[in-house]
């Protein structure tokens, strides 16, 4: 029998001996007046052995366990934290024998008790008295932080959040970047809305969706990629700042900087453009950085991000000038496709290949936020023509650390334009391999009743909380990520 299994079967032969005490291993209820961290905190001027009359109530998973016969040390984690818990056969009388010899490492337990400081220094709970709440019938892994299976972790995230630290703060951190988008929001006047997850077309977007059937409409559906068109929508209502943090779907390629679904915050404001866009969002994201870590500078996998910067905008064109040495006005680009092995036809549109060098050779160069401006017009099928350059559109990404964090458009708001683009696009899209954006003609019957000048913007909250948390993989700030289904 495997050690796992055996330890197993030794917990169930507990949990019958606790039923035979007339002990509830599972009650409903426990009065947890206090918290580890709090507790920490407020008593960490005692002295050593100094004792307090301070009477505690606190409930947590046995994470150590020390028997040394009629007294005991053990550790209790919550949310917070954990805190050192002593026990003694002298106050416990019975119960002592009953902790020790049917209390495993994994339980919960609530206790009640007094705060005093260790010989050894440490703030500990002198228990009372204790109250089982949750048998725990299989062991933590004792070796959990050795364990060379990363995707085992996924799997299990319960575990990963019991066992490390670390893992419990980045998704803290992750709650609080949205907490903090919010509040700034509300601040500037934003209105928080709800729109379709299931949609009859999917658009916002050049990607894959997920697709469905409705059987009581007898219809296909959508899993959303983008909420834009919807929210674009509303502004055509009149509302004039709105947004939305939500889920949504791709079809496609699972890696560190990619999950098939994804967590997105997109926003709309009306009588605004690109320029308020990348006003609004280098303010947000400092905030952000204030709120979450307390600082503006900070570590990212070994190299220092710095936000207390102004962020630099720079022009597509002129970025790939700049690290890629090539002058898109004025040099050839079909010879690219060939020496850069780019997925691309020869046929080609000028404004594809010049996106597609820049995504090959100069945006894992982008270490510091930088605005990339002025994309071509032939890949931005919702923005509004440069005014100063018909080639190009009003639309900005912003990078950090070499991957885009949010993407941002003057909305275009000619509804003939827009159609027209779409028909455009799609007959595009036939020579170049990528994923068209499909027409939706009740869009465009909307835009027909008049959008005003509108900014708007998306930003990616998990990739951005990648990069708070000082995480390696999108996998380890989602909870529960797509996984490739587990073989027997």
Same mark, same amino acid.
Do not use: C, W
């Given at each position: 029998m495997e050690p796992e299994q055996e330890m197993f079967k030794q917990r169930?032969?507990?949990?019958?001996?606790i039923k035979k005490l007339k002990i509830n291993p599972y009650p409903y209820k426990f009065e947890n007046l206090d918290n580890a961290k709090h507790l920490l905190e407020h008593f960490k001027n005692l002295k050593?052995?100094?004792?307090?009359?301070?009477?505690?109530?606190?409930?947590?998973r046995i994470m150590t366990l020390r028997v040394m016969g009629k007294a005991s040390f053990a550790h209790i984690q919550d949310q917070t934290g954990k805190i050192q818990i002593y026990l003694r056969e002298d106050d416990l009388k019975k119960e002592y024998n009953n902790f020790t010899k049917l209390i495993d490492i994994g339980d919960i337990i609530g206790i009640k008790g007094t705060i005093f400081r260790t010989k050894m220094g440490e703030i500990t709970v002198h228990v009372k008295n204790y109250k089982l709440l949750t048998k725990s019938l299989r062991p933590l892994p004792e070796k959990w932080h050795g364990i060379k299976d990363i995707e085992l972790r996924y799997r299990q995230r319960y575990l990963d959040l019991i066992t490390n630290e670390d893992v419990r703060e980045a998704f803290v951190k992750r709650s609080k970047i949205i907490n903090t988008i919010h509040l700034f929001l509300a601040e500037q006047g934003f209105l928080e809305v709800t729109t379709p997850i299931l949609q009859p077309i999917y658009g916002g977007a050049a990607a894959k969706p997920f697709t469905t059937f409705h059987n009581e409409l007898k219809s296909t559906l959508y899993l959303r990629i983008s909420p834009e068109l919807y929210l674009k929508r509303l502004i055509i209502g009149g509302y004039e700042k709105v947004y939305e943090i939500?889920?949504?779907?791709?079809?496609e390629s699972i890696d560190t900087m990619h999950n098939t679904e994804?967590?997105?915050l997109e926003l709309y404001q009306s009588y605004a453009d690109y320029n308020d866009m990348m006003d609004l969002t280098e303010?947000? /994201?400092? &905030?952000? @950085?204030?709120?979450?870590?307390g600082k503006l500078k900070f570590e990212y996998q070994g190299k220092e991000i710095d936000f207390s910067k102004k962020f630099p905008r720079i022009k597509m064109t002129d970025a790939i000038k700049q690290y890629a040495k090539i002058d898109v006005e004025k040099d050839g680009l079909k010879?690219?496709?060939?020496?850069?092995?780019?997925? /691309?036809? &020869?046929? @080609?549109?000028?404004?594809?290949?010049?996106?597609?060098?820049f995504e090959a050779l100069v945006e894992n160069k982008l270490i510091q936020p930088t605005f990339i401006i002025d994309y071509p017009l032939e890949i931005s099928p919702l923005t509004k023509i440069h005014r100063k350059d018909k080639n190009y559109a009003e639309r900005f990404e912003l990078f950090i650390n070499g991957a885009e964090i949010a993407n941002a458009y003057s909305e275009l708001n000619d509804p003939i334009e827009q159609k027209q683009r779409f028909e455009a696009q799609r007959q595009q899209i036939k020579t170049c391999d990528l994923e068209a954006h499909p027409m939706d003609e009740d869009f465009v019957k909307a835009l027909e009743?008049?959008?005003?000048?509108?900014?708007?913007?998306?930003?990616?909250?998990?990739?951005?909380a990648i990069i708070l948390t000082n995480s390696p993989s999108i996998r380890d700030i989602i909870l529960f990520p797509t996984l490739r289904p587990k073989k027997d």
């Open positions: 169930l032969e507990k949990l019958k001996e050593q052995e100094e004792k307090t009359s301070h009477n505690v109530s606190i409930a947590g939500g889920k949504s779907f791709r079809n994804f967590t997105m303010n947000l /994201l400092k &905030k952000i @950085a204030q709120n979450v870590i010879k690219y496709i060939k020496k850069y092995k780019l997925n /691309l036809q &020869k046929s @080609a549109p000028k404004g594809v290949i010049i996106n597609e060098l009743y008049g959008m005003p000048p509108t900014g708007g913007l998306g930003i990616g909250i998990d990739r951005l």
